[in-house]
């Protein structure tokens, strides 16, 4: 891997290798049961607008790689959104995930900064967060406080 850190747009091209982060990720990471699903239609809404039906008015959203299309090092995916009290949008950010291969670069920080500037070029303001209960989840807080302003924490309660 090159571990250069230039983020472009997921495209259907990228499918496969963006299939092997979250993977990845959330085997690393994840919380909950995967949907792969679920997973495939939030996919393919982000890489391919262009097949959402007429008048189908589902979540919309991007992915930002790093990497060629056989070898993604990184990916940040947003999602348009909205809270319940709400019509106002958001960007919401579902998943920042760098390959453990490239974890010593900036690709963590290069993708946090292209979010942001997908936040800026939209006028909606960006949610993003950690939640997991990885033994990284210090190291991942103090990255994203250092180039984010604040605004709460999140906890997790699993029952007795």
């Known amino acids: ?23 990845q990720g959330h085997k690393e990471i994840g919380t909950f049961e995967l949907s792969p699903d ?3 239609w939030f996919m393919t809404r982000a890489l391919a607008p262009y097949t959402i ?6 979540p919309r959203g991007c992915i930002g ?15 348009i959104s909205e809270f319940w009290y709400t019509h106002d949008k958001h960007l919401e ?8 291969e490239c974890r010593k670069s900036n690709h963590a920080k290069v993708l946090i900064d292209w ?6 070029e939209t ?13 990284k989840t210090e190291a991942k807080c103090r990255l994203y406080r250092r180039v984010l302003p604040k605004a709460g924490e999140f906890f997790l309660y699993s029952g007795t």
């Open 65 to 79: 790689v790093i990497g060629s299309e056989n070898a993604l090092e990184g990916m940040a995916f947003i999602l």
């Open 123 to 135: 006028g909606l303001k960006l949610v993003t967060g950690i939640f997991t209960l990885s033994e």
């Open 53 to 58: 039906p007429p008048g189908d008015m589902g």
């Open 38 to 40: 679920k997973v495939q």
């Open 1 to 23: 891997m090159t571990c250069s850190s230039v983020v472009r747009l997921g495209r259907p091209e990228d499918h496969r290798e963006i299939w092997r982060l979250i993977l």
């Open 115 to 120: 979010m942001k500037n997908q936040s800026n």
């Open 93 to 100: 950010e579902i998943l920042v995930y760098v390959d453990p």
